[in-house]
Each structure stands twice: as C-alpha cells, then as structure tokens.
C-alpha cells in the first residue's frame, strides 16, 4: 500500500493544500476526489485507495489547510480547481467525484474541462438548479462558526452511519478551518449556483450516487439531477447517509473503482 502524500500547490497564488495516494499504473486514469461543505480533503482520507488510480483531494480555497480567497463561490473553486488539476496532470484525462458543495464544482469544472474529463460522478450532490437554504436558517449557520457543539451536531446529521467518534471530532476540527465569511458565503454560492441551461452540454457520462439515508439531498433531487445529463443514472446507495467517502469509505472506494473501468 503506498503512502498518502500530504503537500501544497500554489494557484493564482495561493497555496492549495491536496492529499494524493500515488496509485500503481500509469495506464489508469487519475481520479480527482472534491469535498463538500465545512469539509476538506480529510473526508476522503480512508477512502483514497482507487483500483491502480492515481488519487488526488484538494481543499478547496477557504476550506482545510489551503489559503482563504475573497470570494465564497462555486465557480471562484472551480477556477482554482481548474489550476490544480493543470498543475499536477498536465493535460492528461482524468475521472471527477464531488461530494456535496464539490458536485456543484465538479460540474463547473466539467465545463471547464470536458474533453478531458472520462467521467462525472456526483454523490450526494447539490443538483444543477441549486440548493437553497431557508432564509431562518442562517442564524444557525452562523452560530457554528462559534459554537462547536452545535457544528458537531450539524456534521452529525449528514454522517449518521459514521460510527468513528474520534474521526468525527477530527471532521469537526476540520470544519472549524473554514474561512469564517464562508459558512453563510458557502449556503448563498448554492444558492444561486445554476448549471441547469449547460447540463444539457455535458456528454460524458455522469454517475449520480445518492444515500439512501440522506436526509439533505431528497430522491426527487437526485433523480432531477440525473435526468438533467444526456448521460446520467442514478443509484441509490442502502444504508448510507449524505456522506458515503466518510461513511463507508470501502463501499466508496468500489463504486470509484466500478465507475473507472465504465468509462476509461
């Protein structure tokens, strides 16, 4: 098993943090891993083994250990995702899972990057259209900057098969990197995210995974977000919630794996 590699880019100046775990074979395709809200690549730590792929998780800029930028905005990640993925596979062709908040990115990078982008798998994600946050809840959302109890609650809820009590306090610790502007910037960047009228555009074949369990993105959601590719399916997964990388990370890691060798 070859060590994760834990390091630094730096895009449009800032530093980008990313996890890698070198894989085995140059001949398969490279898979880039983008997490969610209040998250970081720390979410995909236990679920980086891909087949013989070359894995790697960025934090996104306002997430993690990577550098705040002056913007919450999903395109504004796209971008600095966009520099990422240059910077560490040249121009090579690549498979793209987001979680969450990084579904909205990976679709935004997709039409960034079609022609080299094999594949398109969004779990759990934010669908096309948005995901709006009832305006009552934004006081909430800002409490979590100061109350960690609360935060802890809040990840709780989209990981309820995590049964890893210490990881959850390392996801919550994590959490609490956020760029603080970003924790209601982030909710308003959903918000008004719309790939709906290029959805229709992207012909690669999208994998849209939802949680069984999850209580965030409903079934109606992700049916509405397969159906809005040329190419998308939708599977339900038992037993999990809104966050399978953490969940089951094994699980995960197969249906990765699966999706690669439909696409490659």
């Not at 140059?26 to 970081?40: F, K, R």
């Not at 013989?52 to 250990?65: E, M, Q, S, T």
């Not at 989209?158 to 209601?184: G, I, N, R, Y």
Request: charged letters at 20%; hydrophobic letters at 45%.
């Amino acid at each position: 098993m070859n060590p994760q590699i834990k390091t630094y880019c730096t895009v449009k100046g800032a530093r980008i943090f990313y996890r890698e775990h070198p894989g085995s074979s140059e001949a398969a395709p490279p898979v880039i891993l983008i997490h969610g809200n209040t998250a970081s690549s720390l979410w995909f730590e236990h679920a980086m083994e891909i087949g013989d792929c070359r894995v790697v998780a960025p934090d996104l800029p306002n997430f993690g250990a990577s550098d705040a930028i002056a913007v919450s905005d999903i395109d504004a990640y796209a971008e600095y995702t966009h520099g990422v993925v240059d910077d560490l596979l040249g121009d090579r062709r690549f498979v793209l899972v987001g979680h969450s908040l990084g579904g909205a990115v990976a679709m935004a990078l997709t039409a960034r990057l079609q022609r080299r982008v094999l594949g398109l798998m969004l779990v759990d994600s934010c669908p096309p259209d948005g995901l709006v946050t009832p305006q009552e809840y934004y006081p909430v959302i800002e409490q979590y900057k100061t109350d960690r109890a609360l935060l802890k609650q809040a990840i709780a809820s989209v990981t309820p098969h995590l049964a890893d009590d210490a990881f959850l306090e390392a996801l919550v610790d994590e959490a609490t990197k956020m760029a603080p502007e970003s924790f209601a910037g982030n909710a308003r960047a959903l918000d008004r995210f719309d790939f709906s009228s290029l959805a229709g555009a992207v012909s690669v074949p999208v994998l849209v995974v939802r949680g069984g369990d999850d209580a965030l993105i409903t079934e109606e959601m992700a049916e509405r977000t397969a159906t809005a590719f040329p190419a998308g399916r939708l599977e339900t997964i038992p037993n999990v919630g809104h966050s399978m990388p953490v969940e089951d990370p094994p699980a995960f890691q197969r249906l990765v794996s699966r999706f690669v060798s439909e696409v490659q």
